[in-house]
C-alpha cells in the first residue's frame, strides 16, 4: 500500500501534514505514537471512511480514490476501537454483517455465507458461543467476534484500531496471538494501532511511529524503537534491554 502526500484537516485545524509512506504487503505494521498523534485518523484515512484534502492511497498501484465503498470493503475490513451492537444480536449474526458487501438487496443467507461464518467462528475460537448474545460476552470474547466479523469480509488487508484495550493481559496476548496467527496462515496485511511499544515490537514486523501527524520513522520494529527515538516522541527516559538472543528487546521506562 502506498500513501503518498496525504493531508487532512478536521476543520480549519490542519492534522496530517504530507504524510508518506508505503505498508508491506503480507507483514504486521503497528502504528504508534503519543495520544492525539493522528494514528486512528490515518486508519480512517487508509479505509476511506475519511476523505484526505491531498495526496493519494494506492493499493495494489489502484487509488482508493477510485474505488467504491464496496470494492473497498472486500480490499480492507477495520475493527474499530469502540464498537456497539444491538444487545441480543448473536455472535453468528454479527460475524455474517461482515458478509454485506457481497449481498444484493434482494439476496438471501446462501452456502457460501454459511461457509465463510463458520470458519471466521472456527479461526477466531467462537464456535462454542455461536448463539450467544453480544452483550453476554467477555472482553476478549467480545473483541474476537469483531475481528471475526471483519473477518467474513474475507480481505487481504485487516486494519485494528487500538484492538487490546480494556482487556486484560491473557486477552491481550490471546487478540495478538490471533493477530500473528492471520499473518502467518492466511498472509494478510495488517495494519494496527497499540499503545504498548513492547507488544508493538514484538507482534510487528514493521513500525510506524507518529507525532503530531507526521511519521517520524517507518521500517524495522526493532531498529525503529530507540531511546533518542522514545525521548524526541514521547518524552519520556528509557532504557531497551535484551533477555537473550531468541527474544525480542523490551523498553523499561524510567522518567519523564
Ligand atoms: N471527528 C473529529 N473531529 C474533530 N477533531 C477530531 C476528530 N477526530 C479526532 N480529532 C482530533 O484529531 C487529533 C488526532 O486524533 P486521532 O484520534 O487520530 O489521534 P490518535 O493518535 O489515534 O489518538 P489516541 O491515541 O488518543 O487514540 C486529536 O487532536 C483529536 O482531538
Not at 454483517?97 to 479461526?123: C, H, I, M, N
Not at 453480544?134 to 473483541?143: H, K, V
Request: glycine share 6%; charged share 20%; proline share 4%.
Amino acid at each position: 500500500m502506498d500513501i503518498k502526500k496525504i493531508q487532512f484537516s478536521y476543520g480549519d485545524k490542519p492534522l496530517i501534514h504530507e504524510l508518506s509512506t508505503t505498508i508491506e504487503k503480507g507483514k504486521i505494521t503497528t502504528i504508534i505514537g503519543p495520544n492525539g498523534s493522528g494514528k486512528s485518523t490515518l486508519l480512517n484515512l487508509i479505509i476511506k471512511q475519511l476523505k484526505p484534502k491531498e495526496g493519494q492511497i494506492a493499493v495494489d498501484g489502484k487509488s482508493i480514490t477510485a474505488c467504491s465503498y464496496k470494492d473497498i470493503a472486500k480490499m480492507m475490513a477495520i475493527v474499530h476501537q469502540h464498537n456497539t451492537a444491538p444487545e441480543d444480536l448473536t455472535v453468528e449474526r454479527l460475524i455474517a454483517y461482515g458478509r454485506t458487501p457481497y449481498q444484493s438487496f434482494w439476496s438471501s443467507k446462501d452456502e457460501e455465507e454459511e461457509k465463510v461464518v463458520a470458519w471466521a467462528l472456527k479461526v477466531t475460537k467462537l464456535e462454542g458461543l455461536a448463539g450467544k448474545p453480544i452483550s453476554q460476552l467477555s472482553g476478549g470474547e467480545r473483541q474476537r467476534a469483531w475481528i471475526a466479523m471483519a473477518l467474513a469480509q474475507k480481505t487481504d488487508i485487516l486494519l485494528l484500531d487500538e484492538p487490546t484495550t480494556y482487556l486484560d493481559i491473557f486477552y491481550q496476548l490471546e487478540v495478538l496471538n490471533l493477530v500473528r496467527e492471520l499473518n502467518k496462515t492466511y498472509g494478510m496485511t495488517i495494519v494496527m494501532v497499540l499503545h504498548d511499544i513492547n507488544q508493538a515490537i514484538q507482534f510487528s514486523h514493521n513500525v510506524i511511529i507518529m507525532k503530531h501527524g507526521k511519521i517520524v520513522y517507518t521500517g524495522n520494529a526493532i531498529e525503529g524503537v530507540t531511546t533518542e527515538r522514545l525521548q524526541e516522541v514521547y518524552g519520556i527516559q528509557a532504557t531497551i534491554r535484551w533477555c537473550d538472543k531468541n527474544c525480542c528487546p523490551y523498553m523499561v521506562p524510567i522518567a519523564i
